[in-house]
Nanobody
Framework: QVQLVESGGGLMQPGGSLTLACTVSASVFGIWNMGWYRQAPGKERELVALTSSTGSTDYEQSVKGRFTISRDNAKNTVALQMNRLKPEDTAVYYC???????????????WGRGTQVTVSS
């Protein structure tokens, strides 16, 4: 059973930094896109950052230049380094990954349970 295990959320002052990490907890055949979404209270879930299996990246406009996504294909992990945090970054952050468990499976999207990030003084 594929599970995504997240860590690294918490409370941070504006201007500070946090790093989120996510690990795919099963041995799988392949992982394609990995990334992070976030959902603030009363708002829809939005894509924050995405990385493909070849290492290309994409970011939501408001986080460009402040957040960096990275992945370690050998360890099946993806991380999100968040710098210069702003109160509007406050949200629950969800890791996702497109995973094929065996060579015969199509890739399905899996989600972590979410980790709270609160930016406040």
């Amino acid at each position: 059973q594929v599970q995504l295990v997240e860590s690294g959320g918490g409370l941070m002052q504006p201007g500070g930094s946090l790093t989120l990490a996510c690990t795919v907890s099963a041995s799988v055949f392949g992982i394609w896109n990995m990334g992070w979404y976030r959902q603030a209270p009363g708002k829809e879930r939005e894509l924050v950052a995405l990385t493909s299996s070849t290492g290309s990246t994409d970011y939501e406009q408001s986080v460009k230049g402040r957040f960096t996504i990275s992945r370690d294909n050998a360890k099946n992990t993806v991380a999100l380094q968040m710098n210069r945090l702003k109160p509007e970054d406050t949200a629950v952050y969800y890791c996702f990954a497109q995973v094929a468990q065996t060579r015969y499976d199509v890739a399905l999207s899996y989600w972590g349970r979410g980790t709270q990030v609160t930016v406040s003084s």
